[in-house]
């Protein structure tokens, strides 16, 4: 089975500092990584994804992942945050297709609230 | 496109009654799927769907039914209201590709609340 962990619940941080939230996974097999976004009151918006091929993500509003294979890890990242990144963040794995019955379905860590301050 | 719909934004009910969350997209996707979202929990996969007539659980089903008859609609229908139900809901919706991961589309959620 697959699981994932957002070490952080809250991460407060000045407007135009740089920002690191972090996500570790656990699976027996290869998995597919995502990063969501959800800001107050709306649905979750893709934010990035990584497949299979470079370990650096880019993905929309300047944010970047790096995928660690030996360290379990997808962390965001973003070089200098502004006031309108204040949001909730959520990391989410989906095993392999046809894996142990699996469909794809997500699996989503509990969600780490950036909070962005002037 | 009006991607992923959800109706209604948000509800009240009392314990025991029942009603139906309506889900809609207009993507063709084959796949959709229903998430709660709780404080502190993440979202938790209630039941899904890889194409119309066929619907299976996911991590928290027990109090939920679903149904698919077309590939557009996917109503979640609660029987019997329970507090423990309250919770925001999100629809999403997929591809359903023979390989590789697909990019999930959600809607903008219904509030519900069980008193």
């Known amino acids: 089975a697959q699981s994932v962990t957002q070490l952080d619940s809250q991460v407060p941080v000045f407007e135009e500092a740089p920002v690191e939230l972090r996500c570790n996974y656990s699976?027996?097999?290869?998995?597919?990584l995502f990063w969501y976004v959800q800001y107050p009151n709306q649905g979750l918006q893709l934010l990035l994804k990584?497949?299979?091929?470079?370990?650096l993500v880019k993905g929309i509003n300047g944010f970047e992942a790096e995928f660690n294979k030996s360290q379990t890890s997808f962390h965001l990242r973003k070089p200098s945050v502004h006031i309108s990144d204040t949001a909730e963040y959520f990391c989410?794995?989906?095993?392999?297709?046809?894996?142990?019955?699996?469909?794809?379905?997500?699996?989503f860590g509990k969600g780490t609230k950036l909070s962005v301050k002037p | 496109n009006a991607g992923v719909t959800q109706t209604p934004k948000f509800q009240v009910l009392k314990t025991g009654q029942s009603m139906t969350l309506q889900c809609a997209q207009d993507?063709?996707?084959?796949?959709m799927s229903w998430y709660r979202q709780d404080p502190g929990m993440g979202l938790r996969l209630i039941h899904y769907?890889?194409?119309?007539?066929?619907?299976d659980q996911g991590e928290v089903p027990n109090g939920y039914n679903v149904s698919r008859s077309t590939t557009e609609d996917f109503p979640l229908r609660l029987l019997s209201a329970a507090p423990s139900q309250t919770s925001v809901y999100f629809c999403?919706?997929?591809?359903?590709?023979?390989?590789?991961?697909?990019?999930?589309?959600f809607g903008p959620g219904t509030r519900l609340t069980v008193l």
């Open positions: 993507m063709n996707h084959e796949y």
């Open positions: 769907s890889v194409g119309a007539g066929i619907t």
């Open positions: 990584y497949l299979s091929g470079s370990t």
């Open positions: 999403a919706s997929s591809y359903f590709g023979t390989s590789g991961p697909r990019e999930q589309f």
């Open positions: 699976s027996s097999v290869s998995v597919y």
């Open positions: 989410a794995v989906s095993p392999p297709l046809n894996y142990g019955g699996s469909q794809g379905n997500l699996i």
